[in-house]
């Protein structure tokens, strides 16, 4: 199986001085299969087009950078259908949006493990995995 890799660990993997940096490296380098969605490619545009200044060309140059330095593996969901599968689940789960959006991403594509640091997630790991059976791997809670 796969696991699919939440945006903050990509950042933490790409920025030597985050705080999280030896971690997402581990999860990074000890993962075999690893999906994102194009959720995260989204999340990485908006992060860094908030926290750098970036002329487009370089912005997608980032981003491409970092999904290929992760060697992450770039799978699209149907909206439509994450739509629908994240309102049937928002009142179980009880995340927020994005969390949501990646909790609910990760099931669609088939994963058996979200690797994050967001402890929201990490923190609602038994609904998680009652409702969509996908376990939840957060280092900072280990």
């Known amino acids: 199986m796969s696991t699919y890799i939440d945006t903050n660990v990509l950042i933490a993997y790409i920025n030597p001085k985050?705080?999280?940096?030896?971690k997402a490296k581990e999860i990074i380098e000890n993962t075999i299969s690893k999906v994102v969605?194009?959720?995260?490619v989204l999340e990485l545009f908006s992060v860094y087009s908030r926290n750098?200044?970036?002329?487009?060309?370089?912005?997608e140059a980032l981003?491409?950078?970092?999904?290929?330095?992760?060697s992450v593996l770039v799978k699209n969901v149907d909206w439509k259908i994450l739509y629908e599968y994240s309102l049937s689940y928002a009142n179980k789960l009880k995340l927020k949006t994005l969390d949501l959006l990646h909790t609910i991403a990760a099931y669609l594509l088939n994963t058996d493990t979200?690797?994050?640091?967001?402890?929201d997630i990490a923190y609602r790991e038994k609904q998680i995995n009652k409702a969509l059976g996908l376990k939840v791997y957060c280092p900072?809670?280990?």
Request: charge should be negative; aromatic fraction near 6%.
């Open 18 to 22: 985050d705080p999280n940096h030896i």
């Open 37 to 40: 969605s194009q959720i995260a």
């Open 52 to 59: 750098m200044d970036l002329t487009d060309i370089e912005l």
């Open 63 to 70: 981003v491409n950078y970092i999904l290929k330095k992760s």
């Open 114 to 119: 979200i690797a994050t640091f967001d402890k």
């Open 140 to 142: 900072l809670l280990q």
